[in-house]
């Protein structure tokens, strides 16, 4: 019964890289709201609220959002600017925040990704942000790894 489990386990976790790769191409567009990832990709009509949830949770628990994001498959743009992955997962999981948060210049989000890329002066850097806001946020649906070049521009 175990060499079963991890037998699906690892033909789960090989198939799922390889489905990035191949939907890759496809995944151009995808809603932004919810990420991207393996639930943008399967759910590409996502318009409707439930749908939107789904995408979400499916990103979320299926654990592949993270390889597209550092990989650049599944919908996911690689930033050009290297940074640490942790950066790109939490910019990724809390873009509409971030965005809230860098327009007043302050918040819990802000603060945290400060010290995810390692920010010394937290006050000057939510300040230089705030004052580029539109450099950062250059459309309704700018993606992940924009933000973060816009912010390393910065």
């Known amino acids: 019964m175990k060499k079963l489990i991890v037998s699906f386990a690892a033909a789960a976790v090989l198939s799922s890289g390889l489905i990035a790769g191949i939907l890759d191409d496809q995944s151009a567009g995808r809603n932004s709201q919810t990420g991207c990832g393996l639930g943008s990709v399967i759910i590409a009509n996502g318009d409707t609220a439930l749908m939107l949830a789904f995408q979400a949770t499916t990103n979320g628990t299926s654990g ?91």
């Open 64 to 154: 592949n959002q993270t390889f597209g994001i550092t990989s650049g498959t599944s919908g996911c743009k690689k930033t050009k600017f290297v940074m640490n992955e942790r950066a790109e997962e939490f910019v990724a999981s809390n873009m509409d925040q971030l965005a809230k948060e860098i327009s007043v210049g302050q918040g819990e989000s802000l603060d945290t990704l400060a010290e995810l890329l390692q920010v010394e002066d937290k006050e000057i850097f939510a300040s230089a942000l705030q004052a580029n806001y539109n450099s950062i946020y250059t459309s309704q649906n700018v993606q992940m790894a924009d933000v973060l070049d816009n912010i390393a521009a910065i």
